[in-house]
């Protein structure tokens, strides 16, 4: 076998840049990537291919396989779930139209949010947000951002736990895409659909395994057995439901900056041998 076809390579699938939320510019990441010997890197941001578009060339030169991709946040059954894109062709027409209809999204829910936090008498205009954001795509942490640079909040987990976060009163009902539809738009654009950090997900083993079915219905095609920090019996615990589903395997730090306790991009153990690693898919591999 290819041995950069085997479970033995240094992988990273999900990985963040500044065209989202993440701290590194898309250039920082592939430098990154490359002193911690990373053989193949996708850059994930979520709804946009701009950070990874901005590397390409880079990377390329640099000896780094970059393999395009995307995280859409979609809704399953009412709640969120993040699917990843992988080896998508990022000008096709379905993936523009997917990415153009979340930056609407995106800012509506932001919108949504400022409004809320309005009621509670934490006024935040969209203009002080988008600056934060510069010319990226609006998360959450980038009003996370403002409220602590207005006083609000003394970090960006207080924001979350108190305002962004499930529950709170800044968790406006989503607008995301439906979870088929952005499975059917990676494939028509070429690319493999992955289910995001299963393991973050609140719901049941039963409700986990029907999201799955679904997915799979719609023509998603992986999983990700790795992702980020993780306890070896999660990772043991997706490589069986992959194999039992005949799903690929995916693995990604879903790196966005240096932290104590999430491992940087290319600091993830192996996948384990029985699984079929996601790439063995790749068209442009
Ligand atoms: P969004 O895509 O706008 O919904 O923002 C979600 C992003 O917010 C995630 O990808 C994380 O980067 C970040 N995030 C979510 N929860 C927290 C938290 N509790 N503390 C800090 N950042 C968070
Ligand atoms: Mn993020
Ligand atoms: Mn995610
Ligand atoms: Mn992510």
Redesign the pocket.
């Known amino acids: 076998m290819n041995p950069s076809l085997s479970t033995a390579v240094n992988v990273d699938l999900h990985s963040?840049t500044t065209a989202?939320?993440?701290h590194l510019s898309p250039t920082e990441l592939v430098d990154l990537a490359l002193t911690n010997n990373v053989d193949m890197l996708a850059i994930t941001d979520?709804?946009t291919v701009v950070g990874y578009q901005d590397a390409k060339k880079y990377a390329c030169t640099r000896g780094l396989r970059l393999i395009s991709g995307v995280?859409v946040?979609t809704t399953w059954a009412g709640q969120?779930v993040?699917i990843v894109g992988l080896d998508i062709d990022p000008y096709h027409i379905t993936i523009t139209q997917l990415l153009t209809r979340q930056a609407e999204a995106?800012q509506i829910?932001c919108q949504m949010i400022l409004h809320q936090l309005k009621k509670v008498n934490l006024p935040i205009t969209l203009e002080e947000v988008q600056a934060n954001a510069g010319h990226n795509?609006?998360?959450?942490?980038?009003?996370?951002q403002v409220m602590i640079d207005k006083g609000y909040v003394s970090n960006?987990?207080k924001?979350?736990?108190k305002y962004?976060?499930a529950g709170k009163i800044g968790d406006v009902k989503?607008t995301w895409v439906d979870l088929a539809d952005a499975v059917h738009a990676i494939h028509h654009g070429g690319g493999i659909a992955v289910i995001a950090h299963p393991n973050h997900y609140k719901m049941t083993r039963s409700k986990l395994l029907r999201m799955i079915d679904d997915f799979q219905e719609s023509g998603g095609k992986g999983i990700e057995v790795i992702s980020g920090k993780q306890h070896p019996d999660v990772t043991r615990k997706f490589a069986v439901i992959a194999n039992k589903r005949a799903l690929l395997a995916s693995t990604g730090s879903?790196f966005?900056r240096h932290v104590a306790y999430a491992p940087a991009v290319g600091q993830l153990p192996l996948l384990p041998e029985s699984v079929t690693p996601v790439w063995t898919a790749f068209q442009s591999v």
């Open positions: 963040h989202s939320d993440g979520h709804d995280e946040s969120g993040h995106r829910r795509h609006i998360g959450r942490p980038h009003i996370a960006m987990a924001a979350f736990k962004l976060g989503n879903d966005h």
